[in-house]
């Protein structure tokens, strides 16, 4: 950060009039090779104003900023229209390393949110149906998000929108009149209810009246009808139960699981408001909100029979939330299938004049597929997520026993190993990208995966254990080649965090992570770090460094780092 407002500044003195500062700093670059120095500048983009070529513009403007002899920077080269910035590397060195030593986990901290909240909805599975990895993504990337956004300055809110209502509750509690057992749902909750789930929807395929049945167990539910409500509730605190263990496996914790339901009677006054404000037309006997003047299709507020929508419900959520939290940003974690609904419940909440409106931000993602298709509850397509988890678990359990049974805390490290694994995995790739289910490529212990970064965190701490010598107070002179490609890495990381805020994508951290751990083992590989002279204890400054920040990315893709392994 220090380094790019520096170059910068240079460069906004020799441009006024050319380019705004906030234009120059947006084009500083970082070179695609250390040969080519740290920072580069790009000059295309002034060639038709200063009517010269983009090389010609990047020669003059080299040649100005050697002759300012700038203490920081060692040399400034023009290199095919770009103006190439190369760091003094032992100056840059120390001053990174001094600044990581002294920040420790909060180096890369930066106070953007000043303390604003961002709501963040995430996860919400449905109550009743099994957690499968379908819910996986959500899940990851909105828990990602709360800690980058925690480490950029925001207070957050984590919101479960649980999926408690509908007319598949209805469905589920005729399936459970006509075929249930209480004492197998009491055995194994989430799998005895699937299995009724998925025997309506067989059953319903060959006797339709089912499907009314389900619906008139609906109205009743609605209607507060006792029996109904009793097994709602029921599904309703078993399904909870066994999402549970799945959140603690994972190490998710949230502050709130308003689902549905919870909104039921506070959707009535935004109808009525909706109503007062004139915006409401009747179409074929449903009440809509025309959007045709921003090019989107009616947003759907009630249906003809008077059954309230997702849409009235998001509405009466989003004005709820922002009513309990004076949000500045609202976060929906949900699959790229409802961008059109979230285009509407912006759209809609605009034209009721609420000004915290451009506030709502879907982030959306791809699917997780199984054989190239989405899995489906309904079919029975679906693979359990508490199931993954503790498979892989239990393997990097296995591969501890071989490759280090004298290992303590051998649990507690298989369940930081193998559920990092899985996290990881997800976020590694930019969430609008589908991803295929293959238990096989997630439990992979090394290339590009959470277990390489955390075996890599082991290491440099097993170096800092065999030095027993603090990495305080010393004077750090690296002059050496080999170390310059880590630092360069290690200065990466504060940008790297307000990307990934700045565009919703855990997958930098992710990404970054791995180019720290890659750049640090092809060092170990290639320095005797331990050896005995003037540079040892800058070489362990580096180290303690490197370990620090691998912690600290993976913290935020809510990854453990265990001590050994």
């Known amino acids: 950060m220090k380094y790019r407002k520096k170059y910068s500044g240079l460069l906004a003195q020799e441009l006024k009039g050319i380019l705004s500062d906030e234009n120059i700093d947006r084009l500083i670059e970082k070179p695609k090779f250390l040969k080519h120095g740290d920072l580069a500048f790009p000059c295309f983009q002034m060639a038709k104003a200063l009517r010269k070529s983009p090389v010609e513009i990047a020669k003059d403007i080299s040649q100005k900023l050697q002759s300012k002899n700038e203490s920081d920077f060692d040399r400034f080269e023009a290199i095919g229209g770009y103006v190439n910035a190369f760091l003094d590397k032992s100056k840059a060195a120390a001053y990174i390393l001094n600044e990581i030593t002294e920040k420790k986990n909060h180096y890369g901290d930066y106070n953007r949110g000043r303390q604003h909240t961002v709501t963040i909805d995430l996860s919400s599975p449905n109550i009743a149906k099994p957690f499968s990895m379908g819910h996986l993504r959500s899940t990851v990337i909105g828990n990602s998000l709360s800690l980058i ?33 209480e004492q197998k749902v009491k055995e194994s909750p989430i799998k005895e209810l699937l299995a009724l789930y998925i025997k309506f929807h067989e059953a319903a395929e060959t006797n339709p009246e089912l499907e009314q049945e389900g619906r008139n167990w609906f109205r009743r539910l609605e209607n507060g009808d006792v ?39 506070k959707m009535e006054p935004i109808v009525e408001m909706l109503r007062n404000k004139e915006l409401l037309d009747e179409s074929d006997g449903a009440l809509v909100v025309q959007l045709e003047d921003i090019g989107l299709p009616p947003c759907l507020i009630k249906k003809s029979d008077g059954a309230t929508l997702y849409a009235t419900r998001d509405l009466a959520a989003a004005k709820y ?18 961008s059109l609904h979230f285009k509407q419940l912006k759209a809609v909440l605009a034209k009721m004049d609420f000004e915290w409106a451009d506030g709502i931000i879907h982030v959306p993602f791809g699917m997780m597929l199984k054989d190239g298709k989405k899995m489906s509850t309904r079919k029975g397509k679906v693979v359990l997520l ?14 501890i026993e071989e490759k280090n049974p004298l290992l303590p805390n051998q649990q507690e490290t298989a369940a930081m190993v193998g559920t990092g ?15 295929d289910f293959s238990l096989e490529e997630m439990l992979r212990v090394e290339g590009e995966s959470a277990p390489y970064v955390q075996y890599t ?89 490197v370990s620090i920040v691998l912690e600290e990315g993976l913290r935020l893709l809510g990854i453990k780092a265990p001590e050994e392994m």
């Open 149 to 181: 956004y925690e480490k950029c300055g925001f207070k957050t809110f984590k919101i479960n929108h649980l999926g408690d209502w509908g007319t598949q509750f209805g469905k589920l509690i005729t399936a459970y009149k006509l075929w249930g057992s």
């Open 457 to 545: 965190n082991a290491r440099a701490k097993t170096i800092l254990r065999k030095a027993a010598s603090p990495v305080t107070g010393v004077e750090i002179k690296l002059e050496g080649a080999a170390e310059w490609p880590v630092v360069t890495e290690l200065m990466d990381f504060p940008e790297t965090v307000i990307r990934a805020c700045h565009n919703n994508d855990p997958s930098q951290i992710a990404k970054y992570v791995l180019n720290l751990a890659q750049a640090f083992n092809r060092y170990y590989g290639e320095v005797r770090i331990l050896k005995e002279n003037e540079e040892k204890d800058a070489r362990l400054a580096l180290v303690n460094a």
């Open 421 to 435: 694994a899985i996290i990881f995995h997800d976020l590694k790739n930019f969430r609008m990208n589908d991803i």
């Open 227 to 265: 029996e109904a409500l009793g097994l709602w509730k029921w599904f309703k605190e078993e399904s909870l139960k066994e999402f549970k263990k799945v959140y603690e496996l994972l190490g998710i914790e949230f502050d709130s699981y308003a689902g549905e339901a919870f909104y039921n009677d």
């Open 386 to 399: 508490e199931d993954v988890l503790k498979d892989s678990i239990e393997l990097a359990k296995k591969n």
């Open 321 to 338: 939330r922002y009513d309990q939290h004076s949000f500045i940003t609202s976060l929906y974690v949900v699959g790229n299938e409802q």
